[in-house]
């Protein structure tokens, strides 16, 4: 039960809250509920956080609500490395738009369903990286999927967010209808719904056309999610749209619940002697960084430039993945960890300044950073990251993918990437520069964000930088959880208890 | 006459193409929920057809609990589109998706 504790907490604080936000209302004390919700997050981290001793001892562990005699057959929960490093990455990031939703969101009606829609959305994504088979895979990812478009959907008085959020639900939905249309022909193919079952099952299976169509429907259903680039257009819609927490939430880890599946589907279901996925990841994550890249280029709106931002960042992750090797695996995780807080950072900083001007247009920040300098610097911090600046965590990660694509041979890769990332640099630079000229009359009456919308940009500044000069604890996790993911029959055999 | 499982595999397949085709051609913002949904029932006719059909004389239980939980994931889902098109109607006046255009790039 230990294991589950990050999630029942979560979900328990998430059907709670509107109870707690109704008695708040009537004692007029609005923001207890955000205490409330912000007190979930931090004993879910906590929970969460102890389950690294559970991990050293054994490093694959099942839980089954209804125990079995013989094999596990449908709604249980493994955790291993993977897991464990995506779901302390959810829930951090979810603790600190927490913070940062006090006091960003205090104008807004409707707290209670908005506290009690991001716990549940982060209890989905935590669900999704526990889940051992598609059946709970399932039932997460739509509670994650439900609350994500409500969510951006919030301020449904206003235009944007209603267009969006229709164009999110359509194209996801769509993701997840063929993900469970592979997944009844997994079945049928194999004859259970486990992954490690299956697995076993298809290990030395020969390359066959239905394995190939399984994994293209599994790739396109996960990859709506994760904004590969054929599907992304839902994306720079709907993170803007989205109240500015949210989106730090959907551009950080969301998007990598698609990843961590991807991840799942390629590495632990259909290994590589079966299903060949280098070159279509490698393809994919080509078009994915230079669409992402491109378009970024010519936004003039601050929150749509992070968004294809995203884009192109998850090209890097995919890249990553491609290889097919656990250096790159070992990468890809390294990369979502930093790329988590980095366009949390981001999104957070765009959001304390949008509080202040009410405005998303890059021109109309001119000199706003001088105003605000907190702000300013922890945005400068996160672009720079972004980057790939030394001495900030983005580069210990672009440095891992790219090191990892020149271990694997991937030169063409190597010399794409290397490419993107320097036309990336331009417009976070461009960024930064506006950030900082001598500030235009509408600027001069702003000044710095309430406390805690600052605090939260520092803690994940302060993390930026620390994980760029000290990456050891963050390439020690990502190490195990390579080598585990990697090693496909430690999974199986611990699974079906051989 | 027996029914031959290749009929339901067939049958969810083509349900597929139409819900997919439905997704991208129709404008009318009801019809692409709908569209959703016949995606949505082809997958779950695939889970029933291999629930019944994977071996001789045992149905798994297992299939017929996700078609289920499917079906009812699947009706939150649709309430919360059909709600989306409601506040998109109060917005912009028409059902018509290529009214709203103006998010581009």
């Known amino acids: 039960m230990e294991i589950l504790s990050p999630m029942i907490i979560l979900a328990l604080f998430g059907i709670l809250?509107?109870?707690?936000?109704?008695?708040?209302?009537?004692?007029?004390?609005?923001?207890?509920?955000?205490?409330?919700?912000?007190?979930?997050?931090?004993?879910?981290?906590?929970?969460?956080?102890?389950?690294?001793?559970?991990?050293?001892?054994?490093?694959?562990?099942?839980?089954?609500?209804?125990?079995?005699i013989g094999e596990y057959v449908a709604g249980f929960i493994v955790l291993d490395w993977l897991s464990f490093t995506f779901s302390i990455g959810f829930i951090f990031l979810g603790l600190i738009s927490t913070l940062h939703s006090i006091d960003y969101m205090s104008h807004d009606t409707g707290l209670p369903s908005y506290y009690s829609l991001l716990l549940l959305m982060v209890c989905g994504m935590v669900g999704v990286t526990l889940a051992g088979d598609f059946l709970t895979l399932y039932v997460f990812w739509e509670l994650m999927s439900i609350s994500s478009y409500c969510l951006v959907g919030f301020r449904k008085h206003l235009w944007e967010p209603v267009e969006a959020g229709f164009k999110y639900l359509l194209m996801s939905a769509a993701g997840s209808a063929l993900v469970l249309f592979s997944m009844s022909l997994l079945y049928g193919l194999t004859g259970s719904l486990s992954f490690a079952r299956i697995a076993s099952s298809l290990t030395g299976a020969s390359p066959s056309i239905l394995l190939y169509a399984i994994f293209i429907l599994l790739l396109v259903g996960f990859g709506v999610k994760a904004a590969i680039v054929p599907f992304h257009s839902w994306l720079p819609d709907a993170h803007p749209a989205a109240p500015s927490p949210i989106s730090a939430m959907l551009s950080g880890v969301v998007i990598k619940t698609g990843v961590y599946a991807i991840i799942r589907a390629s590495y632990t279901l259909i290994a590589i002697p079966t299903v060949d996925f280098r070159p279509m990841l490698a393809l994919l994550s080509v078009l994915t960084m230079t669409v992402g890249n491109i378009l970024a280029l010519v936004q003039k709106d601050i929150k749509r430039l992070l968004a294809y931002s995203s884009i192109?960042?998850?090209?890097?992750?995919?890249?990553?993945?491609?290889?097919?090797?656990?250096?790159?695996?070992?990468?890809?995780?390294?990369?979502?960890?930093?790329?988590?807080?980095?366009?949390?950072?981001?999104?957070?900083?765009?959001?304390?300044?949008?509080?202040?001007?009410?405005?998303r247009n890059i021109d109309e920040l001119t000199g706003i950073g001088r105003r605000m300098p907190v702000t300013g610097v922890s945005f400068a911090i996160a672009l720079l990251s972004l980057a790939g600046m030394p001495f900030l965590n983005g580069f210990i990660s672009k440095y891992l993918i790219f090191a990892a694509a020149i271990d694997a041979q991937a030169y063409l890769l190597t010399f794409i990437g290397l490419l993107n990332s320097a036309v990336g640099v331009v417009y976070y630079v461009r960024v930064i520069q506006v950030l900082f000229r001598k500030p235009i009359e509408a600027v001069m009456k702003a000044h710095e964000s309430p406390p805690l919308i600052t605090s939260s940009l520092v803690i994940l500044s302060l993390l930026c930088i620390i994980f760029g000069v000290w990456p050891q604890p963050l390439s020690y996790v990502a190490e195990l959880a390579a080598h585990f993911t990697f090693q496909r029959l430690v999974y199986i055999t611990s699974v079906l208890r051989f | 006459?027996?029914?031959?499982?290749?009929?339901?595999?067939?049958?969810?397949?083509?349900?597929?193409?139409?819900?997919?085709?439905?997704?991208?051609?129709?404008?009318?913002?009801?019809?692409?929920?709908?569209?959703?949904?016949?995606?949505?029932?082809?997958?779950?006719?695939?889970?029933?057809?291999?629930?019944?059909?994977?071996?001789?004389?045992?149905?798994?239980?297992?299939?017929?609990?996700?078609?289920?939980?499917?079906?009812?994931?699947?009706?939150?889902?649709?309430?919360?589109?059909?709600?989306?098109?409601?506040?998109?109607?109060?917005?912009?006046k028409t059902l018509d998706i290529r009214e709203l255009r103006r998010l581009r790039w």
Not at chain 2, 27 to 49: P, Y
Not at chain 2, 62 to 84: Q, W
Request: proline residues 3%; positive net charge; charged residues 10%.
């Open chain 1, 17 to 68: 809250t509107p109870i707690i936000g109704f008695i708040c209302e009537r004692g007029r004390v609005r923001n207890l509920v955000s205490a409330w919700a912000l007190f979930g997050f931090i004993i879910s981290f906590m929970a969460c956080f102890r389950l690294m001793n559970l991990l050293n001892k054994n490093p694959v562990i099942v839980v089954s609500l209804y125990p079995s």
């Open chain 2, 1 to 92: 006459m027996p029914i031959e499982p290749y009929t339901f595999i067939a049958t969810s397949g083509v349900l597929l193409a139409v819900g997919i085709y439905g997704l991208m051609v129709k404008r009318n913002m009801i019809k692409m929920v709908m569209a959703l949904e016949i995606m949505f029932s082809s997958a779950i006719l695939s889970l029933v057809n291999f629930a019944y059909f994977r071996m001789y004389g045992f149905v798994d239980p297992i299939l017929h609990v996700t078609a289920i939980i499917a079906i009812s994931v699947e009706a939150c889902l649709i309430g919360i589109a059909l709600a989306f098109v409601i506040n998109a109607y109060r917005h912009y």
């Open chain 1, 312 to 359: 192109a960042q998850i090209g890097y992750l995919v890249l990553a993945l491609s290889l097919g090797t656990e250096f790159g695996l070992l990468a890809g995780i390294v990369h979502f960890f930093n790329h988590a807080l980095m366009k949390g950072l981001a999104f957070l900083c765009a959001g304390s300044i949008i509080h202040v001007l009410g405005t």
